[in-house]
């Protein structure tokens, strides 16, 4: 399974946008499906966006739909998350991980027993 790297991680004020991206160790294009992650202080892992590496499907949570954006590019191994309309409820460590072997139906939900953890995140923070 392909290691993952996060970065991108800021300091913004609410209602700005931000960029994070995700290096893998190889080729993203037969990965299954990859996800974004986060964790709040004192909060659990919650998933924010996945993606079916293969067709390009994406889904979001509830919180987040309609202002981030998942997307890849295969040449580049390369995950990305576009973040817009940021809120201090956004503050978080944003993880991107891999669904666990044999659990692509697992895509959709978002469950982050279902994915691998323990990459390095980064840190967004958002004032108010």
């Known amino acids: 399974q392909v290691q993952l790297v996060a970065s991108g991680g800021d300091s913004v004020q609410a209602g700005g946008s931000l960029t994070l991206s995700c290096i893998a160790s190889g080729p993203i294009y037969n990965a299954g499906c990859l996800g974004w992650f986060r964790q709040a202080p004192g909060k659990e892992r919650e998933g924010v966006a996945t993606?079916?590496?293969?067709?390009?499907?994406?889904f979001y949570s509830n919180s987040v739909k309609g202002r981030f954006t998942i997307s890849q590019e295969h040449a580049a191994n390369t995950l990305y998350l576009q973040m817009t309309s940021l809120n201090p409820d956004d503050t978080a460590v944003y993880y991107c991980?891999?669904?666990?072997?044999?659990?692509?139906?697992?895509?959709?939900?978002?469950?982050?027993?279902?994915?691998?953890?323990g990459g390095r995140g980064t840190q967004v923070t958002v004032t108010s």
């Open positions: 993606i079916y590496t293969g067709t390009g499907l994406t």
């Open positions: 991980e891999a669904v666990r072997e044999g659990l692509m139906h697992a895509c959709p939900r978002q469950y982050p027993s279902d994915f691998t953890s």
